[in-house]
Each structure stands twice: as structure tokens, then as C-alpha cells.
């Protein structure tokens, strides 16, 4: 624990001197190359700790509750999700030097002041990190807070945009409520043993009654920071509204801080699942990725498209996660370490690949100052180098063979076809209907991102900004060069990473997915599978470029060299308009899935505004579309709270003997409770 503790202090001091010193021209390089320096040693320690099957390790610290301390452990669990925070936190550091340069130098500051990010982001990766280490229920509580303030903070450096406000309001709001759902959550956990300790919790499993509770308490608590729908509505304005690479850690890295948090509630300390827990997992993560991908195709801003991707692809990782338990709870435990390998392998991804597209979307509103779809179009002219690694990114989060979102979603698969080795009859339909939901996400994202690739990248330029774009410095594009390479890289050597956090699945389901293989090759990717099935990157990336090469080169040899002038096709006018105005926009892109699920699902309505022949005035097209989280759920609460605070104002109006009549009321229900409870 030496490490991950000297590591912890070193973050801190890294948060003081972004304080003392924001205004010293030296300071970005400091905090932002010390804080890449400590996470690449945590994440290198905890890589050995994974690779060289290390036992747990705790310590006990002489903070927090009085005779009690801070508790904290490092096992294989907490080690993997150590691992992808702090790579998360090299990579993010390594790009925030290189943004935050930029944009100091084109807001015409120089080097005078830090802003207000230095400070918190060091403590926002350390509270990430403290919740991850924490064993026992109050340093877990109060470091998942520290988190949410520190990333609130961040959210707030924005605050001269017009629609930041909001959204740190929302997200403060949505965060004090699912942290009150985890503390109800623990309460019920710690009621058997009466101590808060996670090893006092797992030594004593609660009842049925409490434990059913706790696990509707942390669906709430955790997928509230997680993004699962409908607790989503705070995620597409907060992500998008701070720092491009703060974004890509709340995206890519703090939504898998909630994970861990279902993950070592759910598989660890609440003892043998039942299975509708699962059940309940699928359902909702199911309705989370179609829901979220649907979002996402609504959106022409690039920021707020990816944030609402990350609502899918965690609806993805809670499907996995429901699987695993439903298999668990079946005694199939080979099978539920295959479903919980899928979704362990997909945090990796997704940390990954959005991270990447985190960069890409601050790379591109450095370029040209805009993150509007119908404001781009281009770049790969204007900006090769980020255009090829957004292209890698976008076809990693389309699960496009051989790179690392194929490899997730195929795994995930593998468990949903061992559906038939399940007793119910019931469980083996409703997995079937989970994995058309995950088809149906699957082909939208592909469908989400090829527009976002289109209409940014491709094209003619849409605005002067995009037309007088340039590449972007060097430290921005080895922030994106990085992740992009590993997404290359696992989609064709995934085992490599399965193999690593083969210890942490071993400890949740006690088996591995490739337990009952007497041999497995390092080259394939061979889990246990009813029907047999395995992957080799190697090879698909051979097929792949043994059937592109000829063609490339075929084109090239026989293909005329002669430059062709010709009228670019309009849509079938005789005289197509040569502005760009005449491609495809963003909301015309969409329009096919808007029509035809946006009517049922976001009410969504187009209006178009036709001048008649003659009228100078331009035409218009209005897209307008709810969020049904909105509309049928958080504005009816709103509602009841406001009708609410309206009728108990009174009570501050009250003579001191009403107030002492109340006070003593109260004490009679609780003491009235607590004699109910103990009988």
C-alpha cells in the first residue's frame, strides 16, 4: 500500500502548488507533468499487482471516525479499477497540458493564470483513487463525495458559458441524492453486524428484506453518477460543459467508479445473489443503451453526442454485470466469470475509446472554436493527424473488427448464447430479448458515429472556423495517440488484459472464464462457450488487410490518374448549389432514425418553415424533441417539491412551545421505531 498512499499525498501537494503558484508560467508543466508522473506509478503498481496474482493488502489510518480510523484495502478488484483510472489520468494529463495551452494562448492570457481546473485536478483523480481503496462504509462515503465536489468543482471552471450554471446545479443535486441512496444503501448492509467495515459486512450477510433494498439503494446511488437511465438527465449537460480532457475523465473514468461500486456491493459484499437482482440489471441496462444511443443521434453538438454514448455503453457494461449475477446465482460460475470478464473488458474499452473522443472533440474545439456538427465538415484536410485517430475511435465505439469495441461486445455475446444452460424458461426468453436490445444499440452507435465522422471530418467545410482550421500541437496529439494505439492493440491481443484481471473475477464469481480450457493459446481468445465459438485478432487483421491491400493497389494501377472535373451530385436538382449549405447537415443525417423512433420515444416533432416563391426569407427547419426522464419523471417531482416548500413554510412561523411539541413528537417516533426494529 506504500504506493498507492504516497501517491495519494503527492496528488494533494500537486493540488496545493496549482493554488499557490496559478499564476507562475511554470505551473501547468508542474501539475499537470507530476500528476501523469504519480498515476502512471499507480498504474504501473497496480498492473504488477494484477500480473504477479498479489494478495490482498490493508492498512488502517488514524482519520476518520472517532476509535475507528480509515480502512483501506487493495485487492484484485480494486487494483483493476486502479489501473484504468490511473491510465485514465496519464493520458488526460498529457492532453490537458497541451489544451490548456492553447487555449490560454488564443484567449490572448498567455501564461498569467492557470484558471481555476489546476487545483482540482489532481484531487479529483485522488478521490477517485481513495474510493477504490476504501474499506469501510464512511471513508467510501465521504471519498465518493470528495469525488463528486472535486468533479463539480471542475464542471464549474466553465462557469462564463452560458448553460454551465444549469448543469453544475443539476449534477450537484443529482449527486447529493445518489449519495443518500449509497448511505441508506450501507445502513441496511451494516444493520446484521453493526460494524461498517466491509469485512464485518461480508461476514454477515443481511436478511432478504434488507439486502433486496440495498440493491434497489445502490441501482439509485450508483447509476445515478453512472448515467443509467432515466437518472441520466444531469450527464449530457455536465460532461460536456467542463474542460474537454476533465470530460474525458468524468465519461471515461468516474462512471467507472460507479461500476466498481455495483460490482463490489453487488458480487462481494451482499453474499449468494438471487437472481432477479440480475434480472433487474439487464432490464435496466438494456432500456440504458437504446435509450442512450437514441440520445445521442439527437445531438449536433460533438461534446454532449458523447456524453450521451456513454449512457449506451454503460447500459452495455450493467447488462453484463446482470448476467454474471444471473449465472452466479444459477451455479453456472464459469459462464458468470465469462459474463463478468465482458463487462470488466469493456470498462477497459470504454475508458479507452471515449477518452479518445473526449480528445478528439477538444482537439476539434481548439481547431475552430465550435462544437456544432453543422458548423464542421473538412477536417481530414485540415487536421490528417487527429482526423486518422478519430476515425480509429469512432470505429472502436462502432464494435468494428479487429479493434477493442468489437472484442467487448463479441465477449458479451458468448455469455448471452449461453442463455439455454439456465434452469427458467423465463430467464432463457428475456436474455434473448436483452441481446436484440444490445444488437439494436450496437448498430445505432455504428450508425452515431459515422455521423459524427461524416459530418465533422468529411466533406466541405461548413463555417470560415472550420475552413481555417490547423492540426493541433504535440502534446494534444500524443494524449490521443496513446489510447488510440491500445484500442488497436487489445482488439487484436485481447487476452493479454482478460488474463490481467482474470484475479478480480476469480474473486467475485470464484472461477475464471477460461477454466475449463486444459490449454489456451495466447493468440486466441477461446472462453467458455456452449457453441464454441473463439476470436483471433491476428488473424481477422490478416483477413482484413489481405482483402484491402489488392484492392487499394488494383484501384491504383488500373484507376485513371487524370484529374475529372465534375458537378457534384444535389440530391437530383438539375444545378446543385456549390455552397456547402448543399451537403448533408447533421439533423438531415438523422433524420430516417429520428422519424422513426423519435416520434414514439422524444415525442419528436419537424417543422419545416417554406417561404413562398417570390419571399427572399430562408427556409427553416425546427427540430423539437423531450426527454421522456423529463417530462414523466423529474418535472412532476419538481412539482411535488415545489408544492411541497410552499405548504411547510409555515413551519417557520411557529412560537417556540409548537416547536418544543414537535421536537418531543419526533422523539417518541423515533424511540416508537427503534422498539419496533429491536422486537
Not at 181 to 205: K, M
Not at 245 to 274: C, N, Q, W
Not at 410 to 419: E, G, K, M, R, T
Not at 561 to 581: F, M, N, Q, Y
Request: glycine share 8%; aromatic share 10%; with cysteine.
Amino acid at each position: 500500500m506504500t504506493v498507492p498512499l504516497v501517491a495519494l499525498l503527492a496528488l494533494f501537494a500537486l493540488a496545493v502548488v496549482g493554488v499557490v503558484a496559478r499564476r507562475a508560467p511554470w505551473v501547468g508543466a508542474v501539475v499537470y507533468g507530476g500528476t501523469a508522473t504519480v498515476c502512471a506509478a499507480v498504474a504501473l503498481w497496480a498492473g504488477f499487482a494484477l500480473a504477479g496474482r498479489s494478495g490482498a493488502e490493508t492498512i488502517t489510518l488514524p482519520m476518520g471516525l472517532p476509535w475507528i480510523g480509515a480502512h483501506l484495502r487493495a485487492d484484485g478488484l480494486s487494483a483493476f479499477f486502479l489501473l484504468v483510472v490511473n491510465f485514465g489520468g496519464v493520458t488526460a494529463s498529457l492532453f490537458g497540458w497541451g489544451y490548456e495551452r492553447a487555449q490560454t494562448t488564443q484567449s490572448g492570457h498567455g501564461h498569467g493564470d492557470s484558471g481555476p481546473v489546476l487545483p482540482f485536478f489532481p484531487l479529483f483523480l485522488a478521490g477517485m483513487s481513495l474510493v477504490l481503496l476504501a474499506d469501510d462504509a464512511f471513508t467510501f462515503l465521504v471519498s465518493w463525495e470528495f469525488m463528486s465536489l472535486t468533479s463539480w468543482l471542475l464542471v464549474l471552471s466553465t462557469h462564463r458559458e452560458p448553460d454551465t450554471l444549469e448543469a453544475a446545479r443539476l449534477y450537484l443535486i443529482m449527486a447529493s441524492a445518489g449519495t443518500a441512496c449509497l448511505l441508506l444503501a450501507f445502513g441496511l448492509l451494516a444493520s446484521g453486524a453493526g460494524d461498517y467495515q466491509f469485512d464485518a459486512i461480508r461476514q454477515h450477510a443481511p436478511t432478504a428484506g434488507a439486502a433486496a433494498m440495498a440493491v434497489l439503494l445502490i441501482l439509485l446511488g450508483a447509476g445515478s453518477k453512472a448515467g443509467l437511465v432515466p437518472l441520466h438527465v444531469w450527464l449530457p449537460l455536465a460532461h460536456p460543459a467542463a474542460p474537454s480532457h476533465v470530460s474525458a475523465l468524468m465519461s471515461g473514468v468516474m462512471t467507472k467508479v460507479a461500476i466498481y461500486a455495483m460490482v463490489r456491493v453487488l458480487f462481494d459484499l451482499l453474499g449468494e445473489p438471487v437472481w432477479w437482482w440480475g434480472g433487474a440489471l439487464m432490464i435496466v441496462g438494456a432500456v440504458t443503451a437504446v435509450m442512450g444511443v437514441l440520445y445521442a443521434l439527437m445531438q449536433d453538438d460533438v461534446k454532449r453526442l458523447l456524453a450521451c454514448s456513454t449512457i449506451e455503453n454503460i447500459g452495455v457494461i450493467v447488462i453484463a454485470l446482470g448476467l454474471a449475477l444471473v449465472f452466479k446465482a444459477s451455479h453456472t460460475p464459469v459462464i458468470a466469470a465469462l459474463a463478468l470478464s465482458a463487462a470488466l473488458l469493456h470498462v477497459v474499452n470504454h475508458s479507452l475509446f471515449k477518452s479518445l473522443l473526449f480528445f478528439v472533440a477538444g482537439a476539434v474545439l481548439t481547431a475552430t472554436g465550435s462544437r456544432d456538427l453543422n458548423r464542421l465538415g473538412g477536417l481530414i484536410h485540415r487536421m490528417p493527424v487527429t482526423a486518422v485517430l478519430a476515425l480509429i475511435g469512432a470505429a472502436a465505439i462502432s464494435a468494428l473488427p479487429p479493434l477493442n469495441g468489437f472484442v467487448g461486445e463479441w465477449l458479451l455475446f458468448q455469455a448471452i448464447l449461453n442463455a439455454p444452460a439456465l434452469p427458467e424458461w423465463s430467464l432463457k426468453i428475456g436474455i434473448a430479448v436483452v441481446g436484440a436490445a444490445v444488437a439494436l444499440a450496437a448498430a445505432l452507435a455504428a450508425a452515431c458515429f459515422v455521423r459524427l465522422y461524416g459530418i465533422a471530418f468529411l466533406g466541405r467545410p461548413r463555417s470560415p472556423e472550420a475552413a481555417g482550421a490547423g492540426e493541433v500541437g504535440v502534446a494534444m496529439r500524443a494524449g490521443m495517440m496513446i489510447p488510440a494505439v491500445l484500442c488497436v492493440l487489445l482488439g487484436v491481443l485481447p487476452t493479454f488484459v482478460i488474463r490481467l484481471f482474470e484475479p478480480a473475477v476469480r474473486a467475485m464469481v470464484e472461477a475464471g472464464p477460461f477454466d475449463d480450457r486444459s490449454y489456451q493459446p495466447w493468440i486466441w481468445l477461446a472462453p467458455t462457450s456452449a457453441i464454441g465459438n473463439s476470436y483471433n485478432g491476428l488473424i481477422m487483421l490478416a483477413a482484413i488487410a489481405a482483402l484491402s491491400i489488392p484492392l487499394v493497389l488494383v484501384i491504383h494501377r488500373w484507376a485513371s490518374d487524370k484529374v475529372r472535373w465534375s458537378i457534384a451530385w444535389g440530391c437530383g436538382h438539375v444545378e446543385p448549389d456549390p455552397t456547402a449549405l448543399s451537403q448533408y447537415s447533421a439533423s438531415s443525417f438523422a433524420q430516417p432514425i429520428r422519424r422513426a423512433f423519435g416520434g414514439t420515444v422524444f415525442n419528436a416533432q419537424d417543422r419545416v418553415e417554406m417561404p413562398e416563391p417570390g419571399d427572399t426569407r430562408p427556409a427553416r427547419l425546427t427540430v423539437r424533441w423531450t426527454d421522456p426522464a423529463w417530462a414523466y419523471l423529474f418535472t412532476p417531482i419538481r412539482r411535488a417539491v415545489n408544492w411541497l416548500a410552499d405548504h411547510v413554510d409555515v413551519l417557520q412561523f411557529l412560537t417556540i412551545r409548537s416547536y418544543l411539541t414537535l421536537m418531543f413528537t419526533a422523539l417518541v417516533v423515533v424511540l416508537a421505531l427503534v422498539a419496533v426494529v429491536r422486537s
